[in-house]
């Protein structure tokens, strides 16, 4: 690797996992300091997030949370709100490889499952309620990661405060006059979507969107066909979750073959309906179990992929489950970095680093091979 362009050896470096990364760390200062970089960070994570979408029989890659490795049915649920109750664990959302997690009733935490990094969210000033709607996503406008908490004030309304991961600090947003429907806000395009009740209006229930950006809230137009209103009307609840990045809608059964996907954000009526005909590709599923008294970097937080042919999902209700991507984005992304010394190419102590080399070294061969395959087409 020495011996190679600096270039070509980052271009290597980004196709890696990243526990190779992590390991290639301690093999030079030089390699270190590259795979610190914030820039490095965002190059890996965009490689990764379009491999996977390049790949024709992988659809998406998401997340659970499981009480152990088997048990997996009950984070299905965790939007319902009957369900969202009577678990004290639960997932508030995944974007760039973070992950928010609750777990336990009074814990808060941004973690992400690869590095095992872990960030403890301050404690919000809210009422005592058990009526909390949840999301978490990124904010592109501000480079920051935000997570919404909504409480319901009263009967009619609903009050909404966001904290930022970048000045770690809760601020109201304001209230609405809706009641939440489900609990868990699905994040799609730069926003949170939840099913929700006007309590003005004698509507039924309808999309409500907040937009990270500006923190305004929307209406999103619910299918306007004969088709849906008789499907909806088959079902005893709707879900939302994404496909193929796209916000959908499909109903809360084991027994769901049709699914409507919103694909223009930009005209009134875009949705589309997918049957039982339409192929659904292979969603992989990464699961992590929570441990209510988790000590980061003492005791391990389990962070599994279901791996194998028979551990690829298609059933639809992992729709309803948020997206993932394995990334070295960190949870502490916005503290200033400590003064480096001058990186080196060499290894200081090769006796202690041999075995991260070598590690390091195996799974170079794999990534060599991908850039040049990229270079042959």
Known sequence: M???????????????????????????KLWSSWISDP???????????????????????????????IYLTWQFYDGNSNFFTLNDRHLFGSSNGLVCVSPSPTKILVINPSTREVKKVRKPQIPETNSLCWGFGYDSSTDDYKLVLGFKKDENHTCFQVFSLRSNIWKVIGE????????VGILCKGSLHWLAYDTLSEKDDVI???????????????PDDVRYQLYNGQ?????????????CLFGDDIYTHEVWVRKDYNKQQCWEI????????????????????????????????????????????????????????????????????RASSTIRNPKVKANRYAEALQAIPNACEDVSSGART
């Open 2 to 28: 020495a011996l190679l362009p600096i270039d070509l050896q980052k271009e290597i470096l980004k196709r890696l996992n990243v526990r190779d990364l992590i390991r290639s760390k301690g093999v030079c």
């Open 39 to 69: 820039h490095f960070i965002k190059v890996h994570l965009n490689h990764h997030y379009h491999k996977d979408r390049n790949k024709k029989r992988i659809g998406d890659r998401r997340i659970i949370v499981s009480k152990d490795s």
């Open 176 to 183: 609405i006059n809706y009641v939440f429907a489900s609990r």
């Open 208 to 222: 409500l969107s907040l937009r990270l950006s500006d923190g305004k809230f929307l209406e999103v137009p619910k």
């Open 235 to 247: 079902h005893s609840s709707m879900r939302l979750g994404t496909m193929e990045e796209n916000l």
């Open 274 to 341: 997918f049957g039982p005909d339409h192929e659904i590709k292979n969603d992989v599923v990464h699961s992590i179990k929570l441990l209510k008294h988790y000590i980061p970097n003492k005791r391990p937080l389990c962070h599994q992929i279901w791996s194998g042919e028979s551990r690829l999902c298609k059933n639809l209700m992992f729709y309803g489950t948020p997206l993932y991507v394995e990334s070295l984005v960190s949870p502490h992304f916005h503290k200033k970095p400590q003064r480096k010394r």
